[in-house]
T-cell receptor, first 114, second 114 residues
Framework: NAGVTQTPKFQVLKTGQSMTLQCAQDMNHNSMYWYRQDPGMGLRLIYYSASEGTTDKGEVPNGYNVSRLNKREFSLRLESAAPSQTSVYFC?????????????FGPGTRLTVT | KQEVTQIPAALSVPEGENLVLNCSFT??????LQWFRQDPGKGLTSLLL?????REQTSGRLNASLDKSSGRSTLYIAASQPGDSATYLC?????????????FGRGTQLTVWP
C-alpha cells in the first residue's frame, strides 16, 4: 500500500516549457487535490476533483490545468511555465463524506522554472 | 473564506522544555483540524487529527486541543527533543465545502537545541 505517489520528485524547466505532474493513490479515495507551497507559506489549493470526471478550481488555478484520468490518477499540467510557478507541489486524496475528512499527502514535486 | 493563523512563526528552545504552538481560525464551521509536521525539503506527516466533535487528541508526547467556538487549537509538545525540530503546520477542513477543503496556516518553525 503506497498511499499517494507523485512523479517526478524534482524538475527544472525553462520559461515557456510545458510539463505534467503525475499523482496516483491506491486508497480508493473519491477526492483528490493539488496544492502548491511557497517559502514561508502554508499550502494553497490549486485544483481539486470531488470524484472521477469532475474538477474544480481552488484558490490559485491560473496557469494550470488538471485531468482526473480515472479514480486513481489526477494530473496537473503547466502549459507554459513561468518563474512564478517555482514551488513545491503536493497532491492529496481523501474519502469525502466520511466522519474525519482526513487528507493524505504525497511526498511532493519540487519544481524550478528559470 | 477561512483564515488560519499560527503563532509564533518561529520558536527556539533548549532540549527538555515543554512547549505550546498556537493555531487560530476565523470560521468555526469545520469538519476537523489537523496538525502536520514538515521536515526541510520533505513532505507532510500527519501528527494528529481532531474531529469537530472532539476536544483533544493525544499521541505520545503530543497533545492537541480544539476549542471550536473560539476558533483556537494548541499543540503541546512535552519534553522536547532535538528530533522534534521541524515546521509544524495547522490546517482546518472547512464545512463550507462538501469536500472539507483544507486551509493551512503558514507554520511554526521549531528548533530544539541540545
Amino acid at each position: 500500500n503506497a498511499g499517494v505517489t507523485q512523479t517526478p520528485k524534482f524538475q527544472v524547466l525553462k520559461t515557456g516549457q510545458s510539463m505534467t505532474l503525475q499523482c496516483a493513490q491506491d486508497m480508493n479515495h473519491n477526492s483528490m487535490y493539488w496544492y502548491r507551497q511557497d517559502p514561508g507559506m502554508g499550502l494553497r489549493l490549486i485544483y481539486y476533483s470531488a470524484s472521477e470526471g469532475t474538477t474544480d478550481k481552488g484558490e490559485v488555478p491560473n496557469g494550470y490545468n488538471v485531468s482526473r484520468l480515472n479514480k486513481r490518477e489526477f494530473s496537473l499540467r503547466l502549459e507554459s511555465a513561468a518563474p512564478s510557478q517555482t514551488s513545491v507541489y503536493f497532491c492529496a486524496s481523501s474519502e469525502s463524506g466520511t466522519v474525519t475528512y482526513e487528507q493524505y499527502f504525497g511526498p511532493g514535486t519540487r519544481l524550478t522554472v528559470t | 473564506k477561512q483564515e488560519v493563523t499560527q503563532i509564533p512563526a518561529a520558536l527556539s528552545v533548549p532540549e527538555g522544555e515543554n512547549l505550546v504552538l498556537n493555531c487560530s481560525f476565523t470560521d468555526s464551521a469545520i469538519y476537523n483540524l489537523q496538525w502536520f509536521r514538515q521536515d526541510p525539503g520533505k513532505g507532510l506527516t500527519s501528527l494528529l487529527l481532531i474531529q469537530s466533535s472532539q476536544r483533544e487528541q493525544t499521541s505520545g508526547r503530543l497533545n492537541a486541543s480544539l476549542d471550536k467556538s473560539s476558533g483556537r487549537s494548541t499543540l503541546y509538545i512535552a519534553a522536547s527533543q532535538p528530533g522534534d525540530s521541524a515546521t509544524y503546520l495547522c490546517a482546518v477542513a472547512d464545512r463550507g465545502s462538501t469536500l472539507g477543503r483544507l486551509y493551512f496556516g503558514r507554520g511554526t518553525q521549531l528548533t530544539v537545541w541540545p
